[in-house]
Nanobody
Framework: HVQLVESGGASVQPGGSLRLSCEVS????????MAWFRQAPGKARWGVAA????????YYTDSVSGRFTIVQDKDKSRLYLQMNALAPEDTAMYIC??????????????????WGQGTQVTVS
């Protein structure tokens, strides 16, 4: 089993930056993908960025590409999301996720096995 605990969310002005952290504990030996999703009130959970554990390939949704960077510690103990040039539309609960499978698209929420509780990011 894997436990995920996010931190780093805050209220910032447009154009500001934040770094989110996700502390990972438990047995991560079978984890192949880790990701950040976000969910705004009344909207579906949406994939923001993901990283493949083997090789470190990264994936981003179009709206954050070039502004956000996902990074994973080599021992998989922490996952980060560096967010720059934040805009009001980035306001959401940001949720860390992990999964075992390699055979689904990175942004399919249903393919993830473990989820954190989320950390709130507000841009206004």
């Amino acid at each position: 089993h894997v436990q995920l605990v996010e931190s780093g969310g805050a209220s910032v002005q447009p154009g500001g930056s934040l770094r989110l952290s996700c502390e990972v504990s438990g047995d991560t030996s079978n984890i192949n993908f880790m990701a950040w999703f976000r969910q705004a009130p009344g909207k579906a959970r949406w994939g923001v960025a993901a990283i493949k554990s083997e090789g470190g390939t990264t994936y981003y949704t179009d709206s954050v590409s070039g502004r956000f960077t996902i990074v994973q510690d080599k021992d998989k103990s922490r996952l980060y999301l560096q967010m720059n040039a934040l805009a009001p539309e980035d306001t959401a609960m940001y949720i860390c996720a992990a999964r075992r499978t390699q055979f689904r698209s990175w942004n399919v929420a249903e393919s993830y096995d473990y989820w954190g509780q989320g950390t709130q990011v507000t841009v206004s």
